[in-house]
């Protein structure tokens, strides 16, 4: 119990966190599954608080929850008091001992691979905390979907996100010999332009001129959320990719596929342990991002651009 509202009501932690959790998601769904419960109890939790304090936090409509002006105000509080019970728990605990539930959203094609290893370390390591991770070459959103961290790989966009570079990730761009033979291989980023590019969306691809960046926007007809598809429609012919190593390495090394353009490499990209914004890391984070970082940080360069 932290403090006493009017009537002599006494405010509990359990509810202060779900309403800080229904105020940072937007809604009562993605917060009861970032908490681990049911829907139902965080409804119960959220009117328990409003008849403690007396007065309406969250404006419900059908398409979530809104923060009424006494809402916003309270949930600065009520976040710096939550913020202040987990700082207070985490150093009585004892040295090293996770306890808790860590959702993680990873990305499908790196993820089971590189990441699953450390995951299971992680688990192996600290008994009580229940590890839970989504692999999805989605970008997920971390807050609306009730997430504590994410782990991507390659370069950010900008955002709010807090973002913690654990170790690079080169890679290349590549071709088949069926597509080169047909088409030939371009030999500088703006012959690109001319050539069927495999993507994941809209993005662009950046090479290495020397000490320059040089961004290309590529287009091509065949798109995938997933690089394990863009690198089987590679083999078959269809156009170029541009991957990360640990993807075309094995067919580089059959033969399936060529690598293109190395006079312009891409620039080293990183592995990022991303999470929304707040104050401080909690423990579990913090035990992440410096497992990963002994597993991946010696492996080359420290990418460009890497932000701590």
Same mark, same amino acid.
């Given at each position: 119990?932290?403090?006493?509202?009017?009537?002599?009501?006494?405010?509990? =932690?359990?509810?202060?966190?779900?309403?800080?959790?229904?105020?940072?998601?937007?809604?009562?769904?993605?917060?009861?599954?970032?908490?681990?419960?049911?829907?139902?109890?965080?409804?119960?939790?959220?009117?328990?608080?409003? *008849?403690?304090?007396?007065?309406?936090?969250?404006?419900?409509?059908?398409?979530?929850?809104? %923060?009424?002006?006494?809402?916003?105000?309270?949930?600065?509080? +009520?976040?710096?008091?939550? &913020?202040?019970?987990?700082?207070?728990?985490?150093?009585?605990?004892? &040295?090293?001992?996770?306890?808790?539930?860590?959702? =993680?959203?990873?990305?499908?094609?790196?993820?089971?691979?590189?990441?699953?290893?450390?995951?299971?370390?992680?688990?192996?390591?600290?008994?009580?905390?229940?590890?839970?991770?989504?692999?999805? @070459?989605?970008?997920? @959103?971390?807050?609306?979907?009730?997430?504590?961290?994410?782990?991507?790989?390659?370069?950010?966009?900008? *955002?709010?996100?807090?973002?913690?570079?654990?170790?690079?990730?080169?890679?290349?761009?590549?071709?088949?010999?069926?597509?080169?033979?047909?088409?030939?291989?371009?030999?500088?980023?703006?012959?690109?332009?001319?050539?069927? +590019?495999?993507?994941?969306? #809209?993005?662009?691809?950046?090479?290495? @001129?020397?000490?320059?960046?040089?961004?290309?926007?590529?287009?091509?007809?065949?798109?995938?959320?997933?690089?394990?598809? =863009?690198?089987?429609? +590679?083999?078959?012919? %269809?156009?170029?990719?541009? %991957?990360?190593?640990?993807?075309?390495?094995?067919?580089?090394? *059959?033969?399936?596929?060529?690598?293109?353009?190395?006079?312009?490499?891409?620039? #080293?990209?990183?592995?990022?342990?991303?999470?929304?914004?707040?104050?401080?890391?909690?423990?579990?984070?913090?035990?992440?991002?410096?497992?990963?970082?002994?597993?991946?940080?010696?492996?080359? *360069?420290?990418?460009?651009?890497?932000?701590?």
């Amino acid at each position: 119990m932290l403090c006493r509202s009017k009537g002599n009501a006494e405010l509990d =932690i359990e509810e202060l966190q779900t309403f800080v959790e229904v105020a940072d998601s937007g809604g009562v769904s993605p917060a009861a599954r970032r908490l681990g419960v049911s829907k139902s109890i965080v409804s119960r939790r959220l009117l328990r608080l409003e *008849s403690d304090l007396g007065v309406q936090l969250l404006a419900r409509t059908t398409r979530g929850s809104a %923060l009424t002006e006494a809402g916003a105000t309270f949930r600065d509080h +009520a976040a710096r008091v939550v &913020a202040e019970i987990d700082a207070a728990r985490e150093t009585i605990s004892p &040295a090293g001992d996770l306890r808790g539930r860590l959702r =993680i959203a990873a990305p499908l094609t790196f993820g089971p691979t590189h990441l699953s290893p450390v995951l299971a370390d992680m688990a192996r390591r600290h008994p009580l905390l229940h590890i839970h991770t989504y692999y999805s @070459d989605r970008m997920v @959103d971390l807050v609306g979907e009730g997430y504590d961290c994410a782990i991507r790989i390659g370069y950010l966009p900008d *955002s709010n996100l807090i973002a913690k570079c654990v170790g690079p990730i080169a890679g290349k761009l590549v071709a088949s010999p069926r597509y080169i033979a047909a088409h030939g291989a371009p030999e500088t980023p703006d012959e690109l332009l001319a050539h069927e +590019a495999l993507m994941q969306g #809209t993005e662009s691809w950046r090479f290495m @001129d020397g000490d320059k960046i040089v961004t290309v926007h590529p287009q091509g007809r065949f798109k995938a959320d997933n690089a394990v598809a =863009i690198v089987a429609a +590679a083999v078959a012919g %269809l156009g170029l990719a541009w %991957l990360p190593d640990g993807v075309t390495d094995p067919y580089v090394a *059959s033969g399936e596929l060529v690598p293109i353009m190395r006079r312009f490499p891409p620039p #080293t990209g990183g592995i990022y342990v991303v999470r929304p914004p707040g104050q401080h890391p909690s423990a579990k984070i913090r035990a992440l991002t410096d497992m990963l970082t002994e597993c991946f940080e010696g492996h080359s *360069s420290r990418p460009r651009g890497s932000r701590t």
